[in-house]
């Protein structure tokens, strides 16, 4: 407040002070008028040798300040242009662009209003903040997500810069193939599957069978063993076709890779269903891009954040991390929609300014942070 005044009282001094030389400046003017012709052309000798003799002293570029351009501005409307070069001690061009720019402070108009959209309001910022520290792992658009799930329509962008903003650093972003080269038109018929390894505490290896389908990105847990065979992944095959039950006519591509456990009787399974079982290449996972981002998913929310101790332990943690991904878990490929809802939850969201009704809910253990408005 005290700087505003001081400025304030610092604008008013220039103003007195221009308005008090071009006042003076004016008397002389009209002193000037009313004096012979004799007189005024003995004063003009006068100036222009005083002015050649000064010029010759200084030797360089005489600073003019603002009232002193502004007056020269002025007096240059009186005279004719062939004469200037004679009567003013600056060049013709250099009076033009002073007359100018008087000309644009004279209408220059200020808008205090900003352009563009409002700023987003302070809850939502707060909230977004909050998600990203108590979810380090969670990104922009992740965050961009988890806020269309609780009925705030808010950019990625926007959320990247409120947390740029707050000197949040993004979060860690791992090498990947792009979606957007696998999907196809015929990305609702494909299911894909692939064995997920996991380290055990006691130094165990236990393989998870992992299903997922490319269109709705609902993911299947087909069973979990420390000593998989061909006779085992055949009867894992059997029990995800019958739980799929009338979805699997929708179907109509396998995706899998050249594991040996995937038999041909093992893809007979899905033939008898109407698929066509396609192999990828070696050493190419890319051609099953997003059954192995889903495992990566697994790592890094779930399996990289707990240590596994059994069999047991990993099919129950598994398990409900299912729950958590196919039921709450944002997909931008489904328009920041779980696989299992078809639409955003219907709320309305009108008090911006309370958002105490947010709560946060931690699943698996706590790992996983789902937030929901408070009923």
Not at 61 to 66: F, L, S
Not at 281 to 284: K, S, V
Not at 328 to 332: M, T
Not at 352 to 361: G, I, M
């Given at each position: 407040?005290?700087r505003?005044?001081n400025?304030?009282?610092?604008?008013?001094e220039v103003?007195?002070?221009?308005?008090?030389?071009?006042?003076r400046c004016l008397?002389?003017?009209?002193?000037?008028?009313v004096?012979s012709d004799?007189?005024?052309?003995?004063?003009?000798?006068?100036?222009?040798?005083?002015?050649?003799?000064l010029r010759?002293?200084l030797g360089g570029?005489?600073?003019?300040?603002?009232a002193e351009?502004l007056?020269?501005?002025v007096?240059?409307?009186?005279i004719?242009?062939?004469r200037?070069?004679e009567v003013f001690p600056?060049a013709?061009?250099?009076?033009?662009?002073?007359?100018?720019?008087?000309?644009?402070?004279k209408?220059?108009?200020?808008?205090?209003r900003?352009p563009g959209?409002?700023c987003?309001?302070?809850?939502?910022?707060a909230?977004?903040?909050?998600?990203?520290?108590e979810?380090p792992?969670?990104?922009?658009?992740?965050?961009?997500g988890?806020?269309?799930r609780?009925?705030?329509?808010?950019?990625?962008s926007?959320?990247?810069?409120?947390?740029?903003?707050?000197?949040?650093d993004?979060?860690?972003?791992r090498?990947?193939?792009?979606?957007?080269?696998?999907?196809?038109?015929q990305a609702h018929?494909?299911?894909a599957c692939?064995?997920?390894?996991?380290?055990t505490m006691?130094?165990k290896r236990?393989y998870?069978?992992?299903?997922?389908?490319?269109g709705?990105?609902?993911l299947?847990?087909?069973?979990?063993?420390?000593?998989?065979t061909?006779?085992?992944?055949?009867?894992q095959?059997?029990?995800?076709?019958?739980?799929?039950g009338?979805?699997?006519a929708?179907?109509?591509f396998?995706?899998h890779d050249?594991?040996?456990?995937f038999t041909?009787?093992?893809?007979?399974?899905?033939?008898a269903?109407g698929?066509?079982?396609?192999?990828t290449?070696?050493?190419?996972p890319?051609?099953?891009a997003?059954?192995?981002r889903?495992?990566?998913?697994?790592?890094r929310?779930?399996l990289?954040?707990?240590?596994?101790?059994s069999?047991?332990q990993l099919?129950?943690?598994l398990?409900e991390y299912?729950i958590?991904?196919?039921g709450?878990?944002?997909?931008?490929s489904?328009?920041?929609?779980?696989?299992?809802?078809?639409?955003?939850p219907?709320?309305?969201?009108t008090d911006?300014?309370?958002?105490?009704?947010?709560?946060?809910?931690g699943?698996v253990?706590?790992?996983i942070?789902?937030y929901?408005h408070?009923s």
């Open positions: 407040m005290l505003d005044q400025g304030a009282c610092h604008h008013l103003c007195l002070s221009l308005v008090y030389r071009l006042v008397f002389g003017l009209v002193a000037v008028l004096r004799l007189s005024k052309e003995a004063e003009l000798l006068v100036l222009r040798h005083e002015n050649q003799v010759r002293q570029r005489p600073r003019w300040d603002h351009r007056w020269l501005a007096l240059s409307r009186l004719h242009r062939y200037w070069a600056v013709p061009t250099t009076i033009l662009r002073w007359h100018r720019h008087l000309v644009a402070r209408w220059t108009f200020t808008d205090r900003r959209r409002p987003t309001r302070r809850p939502v910022r909230l977004i903040v909050r998600m990203a520290r979810n792992t969670w990104g922009h658009r992740r965050i961009q988890e806020l269309a609780l009925g705030f329509r808010i950019a990625a926007t959320v990247w810069e409120i947390l740029h903003g707050a000197g949040i993004p979060a860690p972003r090498a990947g193939p792009s979606w957007r080269q696998f999907l196809t038109a018929a494909i299911i692939d064995f997920l390894v996991v380290g006691l130094l236990l998870v069978l992992v299903f997922i389908e490319h709705s990105r609902r299947h847990l087909a069973g979990v063993t420390a000593h998989p061909g006779a085992w992944t055949l009867q095959a059997r029990n995800l076709a019958m739980d799929l009338e979805r699997i929708g179907l109509r396998l995706i050249r594991d040996p456990l041909s009787a093992f893809r007979e399974v899905f033939e269903e698929l066509r079982a396609a192999t290449l070696p050493r190419t890319r051609m099953n997003i059954c192995e889903v495992i990566g998913t697994l790592r929310e779930l990289d954040r707990i240590l596994i101790l069999e047991r099919t129950f943690v398990r299912l958590h991904y196919n709450h878990r944002p997909h931008q489904r328009h920041q929609r779980p696989p299992d809802t078809t639409t955003q219907a709320c309305d969201a911006l300014n309370d958002l105490r009704t947010v709560r946060r809910r699943v253990a706590g790992m942070s789902e929901q408070a």
